[in-house]
């Protein structure tokens, strides 16, 4: 299973929530950033419908895929 952990730090003078190499939108204080991202990693446990998708990889190519909407990821916030 994979598992997406959401990091609060600081960001572009203020507090921010990331996964991975990606960051939220900043926050003015790092209780609002905190719960956006709980809130963030509470909508990434809802199932949905199966869903074609499409992202782009870090070398800039596109994929195509199938996701299945039962397939969730495990997710913790972290301070």
């Known amino acids: 299973m994979t598992k997406v952990v959401y990091e609060v730090v600081e960001h572009d003078g203020g507090w921010a929530y990331k996964a991975g190499d990606v960051f939220s939108e900043t926050f003015r204080t790092r209780d609002a950033a905190h719960k956006a991202a709980e809130r963030a990693a509470a909508e ?4 949905g419908n199966d869903e074609a998708i499409e992202y782009q990889d870090r070398e800039g190519v596109w994929h195509e895929e199938r996701a299945s909407g039962g397939d969730r990821p495990e997710t913790e916030v972290k301070d």
Do not use: H
């Not at 990434?44 to 199932?47: F, I």
């Open 44 to 47: 990434q446990q809802t199932g």
